[in-house]
């Protein structure tokens, strides 16, 4: 069980990475956004349910593991807020690489209420909510920016 999660939680070791663990992270969750982009949206959407369900799980059995809160290597989270960024994105590298930059600043700059809940949510809901809502807010920005460019 502790591969299992730690395989999952470090997104197959990218979490290990020793610079931007986070950045590498999301990087990697490209893939799995080019292999869900082809579901219609509603099945893509329903997708995003169990998967944070998952990385939330995975979480908090992985701070247990590694003895650190919200540990850097620690980077399904990230997978999980691409993700909900990439939501409805008609698929291009533009919007891949727009909407991996978008997340990352969200997730790096924590716009409320993604702040409060780094700071007062315990164990893997905390981990990966406020990826989540890091990933709201960009994917709304994206689907602006990719609606005017």
């Not at 169990?50 to 919200?70: H, M, Q, R, Y």
């Not at 994105?89 to 930059?101: D, Y």
């Not at 990966?128 to 689907?143: E, Q, T, W």
Request: glycine share 10%; hydrophobic share 55%.
């Amino acid at each position: 069980m502790r591969r299992f999660v730690v395989l999952f939680a470090t997104w197959w070791g990218t979490g290990y990475s020793p610079i931007a663990s986070g950045t590498v992270g999301t990087l990697a969750a490209i893939p799995l956004y080019l292999l869900l982009v082809r579901l219609p949206i509603p099945y893509y959407l329903l997708s995003l349910i169990p998967l944070t369900l998952f990385s939330c799980w995975v979480s908090g059995k992985a701070e247990t593991i590694f003895n650190e809160k919200d540990s850097g290597k620690i980077v399904i989270d990230e997978v999980v807020g691409y993700l909900f960024t990439m939501a409805g994105v008609p698929l291009s590298w533009g919007g891949v690489i727009l909407g991996f930059f978008l997340f990352r600043f969200f997730d790096i700059v924590k716009v409320p209420p993604a702040n409060i809940i780094d700071r007062r949510m315990k164990n893997g809901w905390g981990v990966v909510l406020d990826d989540v809502v890091a990933g709201l807010y960009a994917c709304v920005l994206l689907h602006i920016l990719l609606g005017v460019i």
